[in-house]
């Protein structure tokens, strides 16, 4: 589970340069979504070996000048409730303005530690004027320059010293499933038909922060925790209209748990947004199940089912291969169905295959269709295992690594699916040197 760092701070202060170098300067990273809006906005970074999420919070401002400061509030807000450490971006060429002032007026307020950074200060002269920023009221600050990247690594030897050490809690080790979605797709009424009728829910485990909560599920011979991002937070913080705010749910939802339920509104289809969540839990490799909720208010015919799962796999390309079951928690329509499928996708995540088996059923497919001849070389694959991480990941030894292009990797994670099943979960291919 790792730290939410949120980057805060009026328009064009330099913001989204800032968040992309922090993410792409450095190898261990998941790449940027491509974003709710029209921006990249999640990333992990890590620095001395410490992993943290970043979340840039530019690029949602929509309309006019006067709409900017409501919307700037809304999301220093966000910030301040959901991330652990804030970074409060201001710019030494246009000096202290007002919107500057009011941000840093909400952040004087807040307990969790706040680094005041001045950016485009590459020069001295510039570090000189950057004083002026005393005034806020903020403290010391950090000078950077994020086109160059000067100053960032003292400023992240400072952070990362502070990020809260995360106390990972384990409840036996159960399966953990996380219910995501965009705000009125129905997760909470999806959780509620799962476990508001019979009583067998042992108590609600409150999460490793306040806003996922867990609940053991103990069923029809089925035990695991849910993950819940739905509606915890006080009636008066929500902000249902703004994006972000659910992104910021999910991000924790997700590196938290093993499976996720994404669950969509059917009248809506697959949008933006859903798309976004869907990226973000396979790019943390975690397992998906697809459930379109509200499927009771689509006129439908006999190809309507078919028509719309194949719209969306299109969307989802390449990683097609997730289960997508169409439920209605009104009528409790295929809720049942929706857990089982959960726990197979979980099932499959967590499979081991013995590498004698992988050998003989890949080595023969490898024969028959060998990796294309690059330049006059030819790749030979003599080996496969499966490495001993938490979701599949498959090295394939072979005498000349570096010319093995992705789509035959492609064919590889198809053929091992076809195999061995491994539906709903994101399939690593490596090829190493023998």
């Given at each position: 589970m790792s730290n939410i760092v949120a980057i805060v701070g009026r328009p064009n202060v330099g913001k989204s340069t800032f968040f992309n170098r922090l993410i792409q300067r450095r190898e261990a990273i998941v790449d940027a979504v491509s974003g709710v809006t029209r921006d990249r906005h999640y990333g992990k970074s890590d620095w001395n070996g410490k992993e943290f999420s970043l979340i840039d919070t530019g690029g949602y401002v929509l309309g006019s000048d006067?709409?900017?400061?409501?919307?700037?509030?809304?999301?220093?807000?966000?910030?301040?409730?959901?991330?652990?450490?804030?970074?409060?971006?201001?710019?030494?060429?246009?000096?202290?303005?007002?919107?500057?002032?009011?941000?840093?007026?909400?952040?004087?307020?807040?307990?969790?530690?706040?680094?005041?950074?001045?950016?485009?200060?590459?020069?001295?002269?510039?570090?000189?004027?950057?004083?002026?920023?005393?005034?806020?009221?903020?403290?010391?600050?950090?000078?950077?320059?994020?086109?160059?990247?000067?100053?960032?690594?003292?400023?992240?030897?400072?952070?990362?010293?502070?990020?809260?050490?995360?106390?990972?809690?384990?409840?036996?080790?159960?399966?953990?499933?996380?219910?995501?979605?965009?705000?009125?797709?129905?997760?909470?009424?999806?959780?509620?038909?799962?476990?508001?009728?019979?009583?067998?829910?042992?108590?609600?485990?409150?999460?490793?922060?306040?806003?996922?909560?867990?609940?053991?599920?103990?069923?029809?011979?089925?035990?695991?925790?849910?993950?819940?991002?739905?509606?915890?937070?006080?009636?008066?913080?929500?902000?249902?209209?703004?994006?972000?705010?659910?992104?910021?749910?999910?991000?924790?939802?997700?590196?938290?748990?093993?499976?996720?339920?994404?669950?969509?509104?059917?009248?809506?289809?697959?949008?933006?947004?859903?798309?976004?969540?869907?990226?973000?839990?396979?790019?943390?490799?975690?397992?998906?199940?697809?459930?379109?909720?509200?499927?009771?208010?689509?006129?439908?015919?006999?190809?309507?089912?078919?028509?719309?799962?194949?719209?969306?796999?299109?969307?989802?390309?390449?990683?097609?291969d997730v289960p997508i079951v169409f439920i209605s928690t009104i009528s409790k329509q295929r809720i049942y169905k929706a857990i089982e499928t959960a726990v197979e996708v979980y099932n499959n995540r967590t499979k081991k295959i013995k590498t004698s088996v992988l050998n003989e059923v890949m080595l023969p497919l490898i024969e028959n269709y060998p990796p294309p001849a690059n330049k006059a070389k030819f790749v030979k694959i003599k080996y496969v295992m499966q490495l001993p991480t938490p979701q599949p990941q498959f090295a394939f030894f072979c005498n000349l690594p570096q010319y093995v292009k992705e789509p035959y990797k492609r064919f590889l994670e198809n053929k091992l699916r076809e195999k061995f099943d491994f539906t709903g979960v994101p399939v690593s291919v490596y090829m190493r040197k023998k």
């Open positions: 006067d709409v900017f400061e409501a919307e700037i509030d809304k999301q220093v807000e966000l910030a301040i409730d959901e991330a652990d450490v804030i970074i409060f971006m201001v710019d030494v060429e246009s000096g202290v303005t007002g919107m500057d002032e009011d941000v840093a007026k909400l952040l004087r307020k807040v307990s969790k530690p706040v680094f005041l950074v001045v950016n485009k200060v590459d020069n001295a002269k510039r570090a000189e004027d950057a004083v002026e920023f005393y005034s806020l009221g903020l403290g010391e600050y950090y000078t950077v320059a994020s086109i160059n990247g000067s100053g960032t690594g003292d400023l992240l030897d400072a952070l990362v010293k502070v990020l809260p050490e995360k106390e990972t809690v384990v409840n036996e080790e159960l399966p953990r499933f996380a219910v995501v979605g965009r705000p009125n797709a129905g997760k909470s009424s999806f959780i509620n038909a799962l476990i508001g009728q019979d009583r067998y829910i042992v108590t609600d485990v409150a999460g490793t922060t306040r806003d996922s909560i867990d609940t053991k599920y103990n069923q029809f011979g089925f035990e695991f925790n849910i993950v819940d991002t739905a509606g915890i937070r006080r009636k008066s913080k929500v902000k249902e209209d703004l994006e972000f705010y659910s992104v910021m749910r999910s991000v924790r939802a997700i590196e938290h748990c093993d499976v996720c339920l994404l669950v969509l509104d059917a009248t809506r289809g697959f949008d933006g947004q859903d798309q976004n969540i869907f990226w973000l839990a396979e790019r943390n490799r975690k397992g998906v199940v697809i459930l379109v909720n509200k499927w009771d208010l689509v006129e439908k015919d006999h190809k309507t089912t078919l028509e719309y799962e194949k719209a969306i796999r299109k969307e989802m390309e390449p990683f097609t």
